[in-house]
């Protein structure tokens, strides 16, 4: 008998990836934790039912969340990383040595139990001796900080459900309060293509537009994420993502890429028509 994992991206469309065997599955205190053994995609890891990453397109989201901010911001050593129980944001940014502290703020114990377990691939830095791994709700937790962070990476699952609430207004007003007077906020934007996922998409980036004097929104290719299409925000309070981007400094880390490269980071920023008119009709709200 096949077996067959099915995500909807909108109630009239699903994405299917066929599963050889389920290797994990548990209903934490928060959400549905399911690893999927997948012949096309290595190993799968869904939580409530949706897709948060495959072993074979992981490497796009991780590079392009992490290398973005970290080759415009050449100072960034304190880092706050807000979800990312898999581990694969921890571990590009423990390629950087300047790196000093990362403290990874994670609600649900067992993702990283998991990940641990059955994606070592992403989860094989989590103890590295720069990781501090906090589980606590990251909107209390933001709350108590001032000034403390070079960098914060957002990498919440989607605006609804256990992470809506790091969508707010006052959570982005947390985090400017929590980054140093150059610091740089990144987070997932979600998808533009479908209806409900593009009106996530323009309510958070309306409102980090307006906590934030720098806004941009910039893009990625990801095979099993809702129309292959992605998006990331990048908001500061001084660095802009491609004039301060310092492509000879970054190349002269010699770190290997599968995805990133500084060329294609500036190309990210540029957008389609389309998107451009989605953004701008609700900056300056």
């Not at 989607?158 to 007077?181: I, N, V």
């Not at 400094?249 to 957008?271: I, P």
Request: net charge negative; proline share 4%; glycine share 6%.
């Amino acid at each position: 008998m096949e077996m067959w994992f099915s995500e909807f991206h909108t109630p009239d469309v699903k994405h299917s990836i066929r599963v050889d065997r389920q290797l994990y599955s548990k209903q934490s205190d928060y959400q549905r934790i399911d690893i999927f053994e997948t012949p096309e995609f290595g190993r799968v890891l869904t939580l409530d039912g949706n897709v948060m990453l495959t072993e074979r397109d992981e490497f796009i989201y991780d590079e392009m969340i992490t290398h973005v901010p970290m080759a415009v911001h050449r100072n960034a050593k304190d880092i706050l990383v807000i979800g990312a129980g898999d581990g694969g944001v921890v571990r590009e940014l423990t390629r950087y040595d300047r790196v000093e502290c990362i403290d990874l703020v994670e609600m649900d114990p067992q993702v990283i139990e998991a990940c641990r377990a059955y994606l070592p691939g992403n989860a094989c830095r989590m103890d590295d001796r720069r990781v501090h791994i906090y589980y606590e709700n990251a909107l209390k937790f933001i709350r108590q900080c001032e000034a403390e962070y070079d960098l914060i990476i957002v990498d919440s699952s989607d605006p609804f459900g256990p992470s809506e609430g790091l969508f707010t207004r006052e959570f982005y007003g947390s985090c400017f309060k929590a980054l140093k007077e150059d610091g740089i906020m990144v987070n997932q934007q979600g998808s533009p293509f479908y209806t409900e996922d593009a009106n996530a998409m323009q309510r958070s980036h309306q409102r980090i537009a307006s906590t934030f004097p720098i806004s941009k929104v910039y893009q990625a290719h990801i095979p099993t994420f809702a129309a292959g299409y992605w998006l990331f925000g990048f908001a500061s309070k001084k660095y802009h993502p491609i004039n301060d981007m310092d492509a000879a400094a970054w190349q002269s880390l010699n770190m290997r890429t599968r995805y990133y490269t500084t060329r294609l980071h500036v190309g990210a920023f540029y957008l389609p028509a389309f998107l451009e008119e989605m953004l701008r009709e609700v900056e300056g709200h």
